[in-house]
Each structure stands twice: as C-alpha cells, then as structure tokens.
C-alpha cells in the first residue's frame, strides 16, 4: 500500500469514526434549568442519561432554551438535528390536535389516571399518527409539578363565583375559553411577560402548577393559591423519529429503557416536591384556599364545552373511551 492509499484509508477510517460518534450522542434539547433538584424536567433528563450509561450512546444536555425556541426546537426534531427534546404540549398542536386532550380542564380525576390511560390504551398511538409521518415521535409526557392549581394576586378563591371578577393569563385560545366558561376574563400572554401583566393589572393571576409561582419568584404578588386539579402539569417528550428509525433493535430498546426511566425520574421528583409545596407556599406569605364541597364537580361539568371546542367530537370519543377503558 502506498503512502497515497495508507493517507485515504487513514482519512477514511476517521470519518466513519467520527460519524459512529455522531449517531452514538444525544442531545436532549430542554426550557429549564439543568438542575435536577430544582426542575422535574431535569430529572427527566438525567434519569434518561443514567439508565445509557455503560451503552454506546451518549448523552448531551442543552437547557435553558441553548437550541432555539419551543417552535425551533419542535423543527430541530423533525429534521433530525437534535435526538430528544422535552417541549411544551402546544407545539405538537398544529400537526397532532389529539394531543389537546392530555390538556382537558377536570377531565382527569388525577394524574395516575393520566398516566394509566397513556401506558393502557391506544392513545399515544392516535396522537403519534400525524407525528410520526412528519418525524416526530411522541415518546412520553413530563410533570412540571402538581395538577393545575389557581394562583391569583386578589383574594382566596373557593368556588366558581370568587372567580367572576377576576382576569386571568391564558397560555392559548383553549385556556381562554376554559377561563370564560368559568364566568372569569382573560387575556393571552407570553409567559416571560406575566409578571410584568399581573404587576401591572392586566391580568389577576394565572392556572399553573403549585409549583410555578414559586420557581418563579412570582409569590412575591401571587399570594392566594387554589389546589384545584384542574389538569396535570404536563409537558411531551419529543423524540426525531428518523433517528429512531435507524437503530437497531436492540438500541431502540435501550433508548425506550431510558425513557422509561426518565419518566420514573420524573414522577419520583414530582412525589418529592408535592409534601413540601404547602409549606413553601405559606412559607413565603401565600394564602391556601381548598375548592368549596361540590365546586370542583361544578366546574367539571362546566369544562365539558370547552372539551366539545377544543376536540371534534370524534377526538373526544376517543379520549373519553379510553379513560372508560382504564377506569373498568
């Protein structure tokens, strides 16, 4: 061989090693901060990247918005440019409405329920459909914190008729109806201008996990918060499906082993934090009020048109027989 074929041989080799290093990373592309203790998406993450270790993929963490915006991050995914990323449940609206329903206002009687339908039914297979075709895979779904609670900066809230004088931040067209069923007003914002909004007055509060207003620093004016249950606190794991496509059976099933245990992860954090959430929440001068007998039952049956407006009714069929399926 001469010197010319041993350099080509030479260049050769080290390009398939490097592309072998390439299809070996992944990147888990997130919004929050990489701190496990303080994000339960971050315990995601690292359970995800404890259960690869010892195989021959490695994982790469880029929180805090590092790759782009939830919709360039949603796009990263779909062209295969980054593995996995955990995204708000919004971005797959446009291409997946089914996934709407994981955020039905007192549809689920609790997060295990949720979490039973999506492990036992056909659901994560009817919302993956549109996905899929389009390189999207959805893979599982993240707790931020507790179920969808009441936060607002006027006064406690215990029944449907505290809230009538109260405006509320909606997140999208879907939390607005639900706001306005509930004989409240509302107002898009972003989220990185609600503090500003509720400062402000353009809006009284905002539906979020316990959690959130705490993160956030926003119990510095939210001082009244309402454990409601309206929904859990979710958020999707997003997988590129041409990338998942291309492994081997065997390292498919060691990713769907680590995804499985991020999701543990991420459940264990969420148990942890919740006993404490109370005491921080008082805390830090904020006032607990719990749902009047019978209120949250009457808000249920109120949120059944927002239901109806936010799925066809073909959707919701299929999301109503499959929460029957799991309750037999």
Known sequence: MNFMSRTLTATALALITAAAAQASEVKIAMNGVDDPNANAEA????????????TDFEVTIFPSGTLGSEKERFDQVAQGLVEVNLATAST????????????????????????????????????????????V?????????????????????????????????????????????LGATGTIVAWAEVANAIQTGVADGYFNAPNSAI?????????????????????????????????????????????????????????????????????????ITEMAPGEREKMGELSKDVWAKTLTPEQLKAWTDARAAVSK
């Open 137 to 181: 895979r959805l893979v599982g779904f993240n707790f931020i914190g507790g179920s969808i609670g009441i936060h607002n900066a006027k006064k406690p809230i215990a029944t449907v008729e505290d809230m009538q004088d109260l405006r509320f931040r909606a997140l999208n067209a879907e939390q607005l109806d639900f706001i306005q069923t």
């Open 43 to 54: 315990a995601f993450a690292h359970g995800f990247a404890d259960a690869l270790e010892g």
């Open 215 to 287: 993160r956030t620093g926003h119990t510095d004016f939210l001082k009244y918060y309402t454990p409601a249950g309206i929904s859990p606190s979710t958020r999707i794991v997003l997988m590129s499906e041409d990338w998942y496509a291309s492994l081997s059976d065997d390292e498919k099933a060691q990713i769907d082993e680590a995804v499985a245990a991020g999701i543990a992860a991420n459940r264990a954090w969420v148990a942890d934090w919740l006993p404490a959430v109370r005491e921080k929440h008082e805390g830090l001068g904020v006032t």
């Open 92 to 135: 797959s609206y446009g291409m997946s409405p089914m996934v709407k329903g994981v955020a039905l206002p007192f549809f689920f009687s609790s997060t295990e329920q949720f979490d039973d339908i999506v492990v036992n039914s056909d659901i994560l297979e009817e919302m993956n459909a549109p996905l899929v075709e389009n390189g």
